[in-house]
């Protein structure tokens, strides 16, 4: 049985920072690209960070470049996103991902992964 648990997620001002772990179980980890994915209220769910298997390549939404850091350890089955100068813009419940496929058209993509987290909650305050 596939598990992705989130954690990290909470409350912060505008300009502050979080990280968030992501920790897998039930999969060959190492073999698997991790998405950080996103979904505010009323919009469509989104890519905000991926990283390939090997953590050789990370791929960013336009808006968080400069500000988030996805990364992983494959020896600890463990991935990690690093929220800096956050925005209350980046409000939204934050989920972890797996997929199997790789490259940056199919990991920015929402529906490419096939295994989720339940999610944690970002909050932004202004």
């Known amino acids: 049985q596939v598990q992705l648990v989130e954690s990290g997620g909470g409350l912060v001002q505008t300009g502050g920072s979080l990280r968030l772990s992501c920790v897998a179980s039930g999969l060959t980890f190492s073999t698997y690209a991790v998405g950080w994915l996103r979904q505010a209220p009323g919009r469509e769910r989104e890519v905000v960070a991926a990283i390939e298997w090997s953590g050789g390549s990370a791929y960013y939404a336009e808006g968080v470049k400069d500000r988030f850091t996805i990364s992983r350890d494959n020896a600890k089955n463990t991935a990690v996103l690093q929220m800096n100068s956050l925005k209350p813009e980046d409000t939204a419940i934050y989920y972890c991902?797996?997929?199997?496929?790789?490259?940056?058209?199919?990991?920015?993509?929402?529906?490419?992964?096939?295994?989720w987290g339940q999610g944690t909650q970002v909050t932004v305050s202004s």
């Open positions: 991902a797996t997929t199997l496929l790789t490259g940056r058209r199919a990991l920015m993509r929402h529906d490419s992964f096939k295994y």
